[in-house]
């Protein structure tokens, strides 16, 4: 190998000029398509509540409305950036970056669609292949508590510090839950890798009893949801409190709270807060569609990826017209793009349902969320391991 | 020096730096932040060791969980006079400092022990009895793993296929082959390629190193007795601190 290809291809992971480029242009793309779908969540958020509760919402600035994005940015932008005299300064600089940072890290775990082939090399739709991603997903949420600690108690306000009290013993409790209830699908797909689980759940409905396969259902997918429903829904639920989003909202409390932690923040600082906050409840929305719902691989598609891949290879005889790249590549990027599509429309549908519960459920009591968490989900989520445990362990017993 | 030695040693030098500013920063609120930093970059560490699993388990336990318990904890409490107590000078102080002194040499010695046992042992001269299970002198030219991917470190050549010399003369600096004059016949030879080609080339023996897989064999089998043990420390670190703070003098003494 010469040295100008050595330099370019590398002798190991990590290690080339053009890995490395490759990944940065990742990093910068995931970062840029996370912020910049914030607004668009914000229009559908305030749109969609307006209709849901029969009113306008805002419809002046451009139109539907839409252009009402730029004016908030730019609002968030040109707002006078204020200091409470008492505060931390470091810290209270600091925490809103705290909080958005790890909920931008947490999506570069998620593969986005399958990889494609351009000009011999293969690019992976994911910034991070990790192959403990889901763990990694949850261990750096977690680091999302640090944030808003920080948020409440640099502001020198004792409604800040009591919102980020709240914010963060509702954070913990849910974790709890949350990582409790994903370990039986865990087992059922015998991965942390969160390509695998996909690839896992391609193909009809069917599963192994003591060493036969079972298909009764042969017109339903191989989702996770059909095994592990209890799990969904208490994943689901404890996604909306890690999110501090209605119906748990309570870190936020206008009566009692004012605007909770970040009460003393204003401007594009504020700003940052919600962006974790929708950046937190995409990489939800995306970790629902993987665990639950066959992640990028489209339903009924027989053999899943591979079967969109053949698909457009069998077309590749107009491929190579329209597309400048050999027919395998055309067909890559298409597949790719398929898949795409396809992630995209299922994580927007729990993104939805997300807003759409927020404008629902009327916001419980501090007590009763910390009792749900405790004392109801936690033992459910227990019990479902228990379940899960026990079933499998029968499942891939084999007497034969 | 590919890219992950340049974030490892970025890291190793955050991370000392956050270690040293857990201790002398004055503020215990920035103390705890900084003690979570530290875990944190220790996690990204064992990342570009390739030890994922381990990573996550680092971050998830210590900076996720432990820690952020202690931030909560710090941030209510007002401990002006708690750090005002530690700065006074006393004879409990004096003890304290000499404890951490006790405490740094002897890691320092420990680790430095470590350096120059695995030294000897890259260099042929292994005294017996002074390293563990895994870095044991290779018998039959069998080479542990440890030792593959300790010299894959080392040697600045990475070729993909290396010469049957070459493999003899990487074999014979670790002490693989015997008799380094011996001629080998053609299929040992070819053994020889073979395993120095597995040497060198660092992706691929070591493909399943740090997954969960190869961890928890490890860690239910060959060192359950440790691993049992170290959970049953916490045990009684946990029961002993219940028991403090419910003596006489503690937080929650009762009647």
Known sequence: ?400 | MTIDDILFHAFAFVAVISALLVIFNKNPVYSALFLALCMSVLGAMFFTLNAYFVAVAQITVYAGAVMVLFVMVVMLFDLKRESEEILKFSPVTTAKVLAAALLCGFLVGTSWLGVTAVKDHLAGQVAPGTLSADLEKPIDGKIPKSIISLSAEDSDESTIKATPEEARELLNKMGGNPNPDEDLTAAEDAKLVEKATATESKGEPIEEFGSTVTLSRALFSKFVFAFEAVSALLLVAIVGAVALARSKGGTHHVG
Not at chain 1, 302 to 309: D, E, L, N, T, Y
């Open chain 1, 1 to 400: 190998m010469s040295g100008w290809a050595k330099l370019w291809i590398g002798t190991d992971m990590g290690n080339g000029l053009l890995e490395i480029i490759v990944n940065t242009i990742k990093i910068a793309l995931i970062f840029f398509a996370v912020v910049s779908t914030v607004p668009l969540l914000v229009w559908v958020e305030r749109r969609g509540s307006a209709f849901m509760q029969n009113r306008l919402g805002p419809n002046r600035v451009g139109p539907l409305g839409l252009l009402q994005l730029a004016a908030d940015a730019v609002k968030f932008i040109f707002k006078e950036p204020f200091v409470p005299d008492a505060a931390d300064k470091v810290l209270y600089f600091m925490a809103p970056a705290m909080c958005l940072l790890p909920a931008m890290l947490t999506f570069a775990a998620i593969p986005l669609s399958t990889p494609f082939t351009v000009m011999g090399h293969t690019f992976k739709m994911q910034v991070a292949d990790i192959n403990v991603g889901i763990i990694y997903i949850f261990a750096v949420a977690s680091l999302g508590v640090y944030g808003i600690l920080a948020a409440g108690w640099s502001s020198a306000n004792k409604y800040s510090l009591l919102g980020a009290l709240r914010a963060s013993s509702q954070m913990i409790s849910y974790e709890v839950a949350m990582g409790l209830s994903i370990i039986g699908i865990l087992m059922k797909y015998k991965t942390f890798d969160l390509t695998k689980m996909i690839w896992a759940q391609t193909g009809p409905f069917n599963f192994i009893w003591q060493g036969h396969i079972i298909q009764p259902l042969s017109w339903l997918p191989n989702w996770g949801i059909f095994f592990q429903p209890l799990a969904f829904i208490l994943f689901f639920t404890a996604g909306f409190a890690e999110t501090n989003r209605l119906p748990f909202d309570l870190p936020e409390g206008e009566a009692e709270l004012v605007a909770g932690y970040h009460t003393e923040y204003g401007g594009f600082k504020f700003n940052m807060f919600f962006m974790g906050e929708y950046g937190h409840m995409m990489t939800s929305s995306a970790l629902i569609t993987i665990l639950f719902f066959g992640g990028y691989a489209l339903p009924w598609s027989g053999g899943g990826p591979v079967q969109v891949q053949e698909f457009w290879m069998s077309h590749s005889s107009w491929l190579s017209q329209v597309i400048p790249l050999a027919t395998g590549e055309a067909a890559s990027v298409l597949a790719m793009l398929t898949h795409l599509i396809c992630f995209s429309i299922k994580m927007g549908f729990f993104l939805f349902v997300y807003i759409w519960v927020r404008w629902t459920l009327p916001r419980f009591r501090y007590d009763q969320l910390m009792d749900l968490g405790w004392k109801t989900m936690l033992p459910w989520s227990l019990a479902n391991l228990g379940a899960t445990t026990a079933l499998l362990f029968f499942a891939r017993y084999n007497p034969l």
